[in-house]
């Protein structure tokens, strides 16, 4: 049994929707963030479920390794064929298969993005509230528990996700969950499959919750003296009750990228960056009680507006912070990490990783969705260079750390993929045993995306 036997299968079952080419193996090879070129042996593009299904069957007998692909935005190396074998990628099935406005629902193939799913469902008066800033697929989204700047107020992919469709490593095709909005029908398979990075089985079709489009939106950004006030400010936003659509920190390196590459003229203070979701007269209360707030905290002055462009170019800003913050450091390879705490730890967990960070060889901006507890650090490593590599991987472990102390966890929503391995045993101890004999019996050959998540087989 071996790998090119499955590939010549693949060929003559599947024909031309298995490429092999070297353009289509190199795009398939890359990540967004600092790991290592790992070539696939074959890219795979179905456009059905049965053809996922035949796939995975003829992949099962050669013990050829899965890893699924959706557009490839993930940060912790979760796409990254480490064993070779085939990817399989998604874009092909991007249809909105059903949208059911009554029911605040819709189903999704996995490769539909994000932005294009909110495009289709605009005349419905509805949309999909998940938002991670890059236009990820929806079934990447649900692979990672993916979350993002909205989730304070419409939570992550946990929340959203309804129903599911998934492969298993043995090619047989299951639904899990249903339509209705709840249920106590056994174990919840769902849950399950939504956040393992594709380890467990392939989605190929989603069921997802939908909300109806506010009345009114605002934004705004007001300015800090320090980090401390910044993060106090949110806690107390989220403690008064203070119902946010978003409220993102961003420290002064953050502000120095954007001016940089947006010309934005906020001044290199730490930020924070806001919006509101209601009606006209609940939007402009509760930007002026926030504002109240920043004042308390000696923030300001906080200006908001409800006039879409300026909004869109807020959001547009911070949507592209990653690729702003490169040009700190022309030239760089990224390494981006999350960590999330309790709302109570946030201002003590960021203040020692401003400290830890300015204390490194390398720069390393902070930003995140802090009414989540959960913000990010982008650390800026000369590529080639040892000793900063060193740097930043001793940074991210002290971050993980520092949330276990915390009683938080070592990723809010970038997940472990590759990156995060060596901490999952801190967090979860002998549950990560668990993790690792429902893989084992889900996936005993353990081909679906292996060497992630857990222990290798």
């Known amino acids: 049994m071996t790998i090119h036997t499955a590939l010549d299968e693949l060929s003559e079952v599947l024909g031309d929707r298995l490429s092999r080419s070297e353009s289509d193996l190199a795009l398939h090879g890359r990540s967004e963030a600092h790991f290592p070129e790992t070539l696939p042996d074959g890219v795979l593009y179905p456009d059905s479920t049965e053809q996922v299904a035949t796939a995975v069957r003829i992949c099962a007998t050669h013990g050829c390794p899965i890893t699924g692909w959706g557009v490839g935005t993930s940060l912790e190396g979760h796409a990254l064929a480490t064993k070779g074998g085939v990817v399989m990628d998604f874009s092909r099935m991007d249809k909105v298969v059903e949208i059911n406005a009554e029911d605040m629902d819709v ?20 949309f999909f509230s998940v938002d991670p800033g890059a236009d990820a697929t929806i079934g990447g989204m649900a692979a990672t528990r993916a979350s993002g700047t909205t989730a304070v107020r419409y939570g992550t992919m946990r929340d959203n996700v309804r129903a599911l469709e998934v492969v298993m490593a043995d090619g047989r095709v299951i639904r899990t969950g249903s339509r209705a909005r709840k249920s106590s029908a056994g174990y919840d398979l769902t849950g399950l499959f939504v956040g393992s990075e594709g380890t467990l089985g392939l989605i190929t079709e989603l069921t997802l919750r939908l909300w109806g489009q506010p009345e009114a939106v605002s934004a705004g950004v007001c300015a800090f003296p320090d980090i401390g006030s910044a993060v106090d400010c949110v806690i107390e936003t989220i403690q008064l009750g203070i119902p946010l ?24 203070k730490p930020h924070l960056m806001v919006e509101f979701h209601g009606s006209e007269t609940a939007v402009a209360e509760e930007a002026a009680r926030f504002g109240e707030v920043v004042a308390e905290h000696r923030g300001g002055p906080f200006h908001w507006s409800a006039k879409p462009e300026e909004r869109t170019k807020l959001w547009k800003m911070r949507h592209e912070a990653a690729y702003s913050m490169r040009a700190l450091k022309p030239g760089a390879v990224m390494m981006a990490t999350d960590i999330c ?9 960021v203040e020692e990783t401003t400290a830890d960070i300015a204390a490194s060889p390398i720069p390393g901006p902070i930003l995140g969705h802090v009414g989540d507890g959960n913000f990010h650090a982008t650390l800026l490593i000369e590529p080639g260079n040892a000793a ?32 995060k391995l060596d901490y999952m045993e801190a967090e979860h101890g002998d549950g990560w045993s668990v993790m690792g004999d429902i893989k084992r019996a889900l996936d005993p050959g353990g081909l679906l995306n292996p060497g992630k998540l857990i222990r290798s087989n």
């Not at 961003?250 to 010309?263: L, N, Q, Y």
């Open 341 to 349: 705490v309790p709302i109570s730890r946030l201002a003590e967990a």
């Open 107 to 126: 189903r999704v193939q996995p490769g539909v993005t994000r932005s294009r799913l909110n495009e289709e469902l605009r005349a419905t008066g509805l």
């Open 388 to 419: 900063e590599m060193k740097a930043a991987k001793d940074l991210a472990a002290r971050m993980a750390d520092r949330a276990l102390r915390m009683g938080g966890t070592v990723t809010g929503e970038h997940g472990i993929g590759l990156g």
């Open 245 to 268: 659509a978003r409220i993102e920190f961003i420290d002064a390196e953050c502000v120095r990228a954007f001016k940089m590459s947006s010309g934005t003229d906020m001044e290199e």
